[in-house]
């Protein structure tokens, strides 16, 4: 059985099987942009710099265990689909409240 047929698609795009050193670092700094994304666009509150250093600080922890995770998984990409999701809504949530503006004047 040939490892990189099972490998998810950002691991075979970065060659995780052929380059493994670049290609984990590669893994895993997108999976902590992609985090970082997701968690603006749906978690993210106002708190004061160290809260946030520590948020991050834990982001980044979690996302060494989800990059290994994602070698065989689709962690980047169901932190895509996440994305995604939360742009539609926020999209959405806007063009709402623009609405809601408009029909009380």
């Given at each position: 059985?040939?490892?990189?047929?099972?490998?998810?698609?950002?691991?075979?795009?970065?060659?995780?099987d052929e380059?493994?050193?670049?290609?984990?670092?590669?893994?895993?700094i997108?999976?902590?942009?992609?985090?970082?994304?997701?968690?603006?666009?749906?978690?993210?509150?106002?708190?004061?710099?160290?809260?946030?250093?520590?948020?991050?600080?834990?982001?980044?922890?979690?996302?060494?265990?989800?990059?290994f995770?994602?070698?065989?998984?689709?962690?980047?990409?169901?932190?895509?689909?996440?994305?995604?999701?939360?742009?539609?809504?926020?999209?959405?949530?806007?063009?709402?409240?623009?609405?809601?503006?408009?029909?009380?004047?």
């Open positions: 059985m040939d490892v990189s047929e099972r490998l998810s698609f950002f691991a075979a795009l970065f060659r995780v380059n493994p050193a670049m290609g984990m670092w590669l893994l895993y997108t999976i902590i942009l992609l985090s970082i994304v997701v968690y603006k666009l749906g978690f993210a509150k106002k708190l004061p710099l160290f809260q946030t250093i520590l948020i991050y600080i834990f982001l980044i922890l979690g996302c060494t265990v989800l990059t995770l994602g070698v065989f998984l689709p962690v980047a990409e169901g932190l895509i689909v996440a994305a995604l999701i939360l742009i539609i809504y926020k999209i959405r949530l806007h063009q709402q409240k623009k609405q809601d503006a408009a029909n009380l004047e």
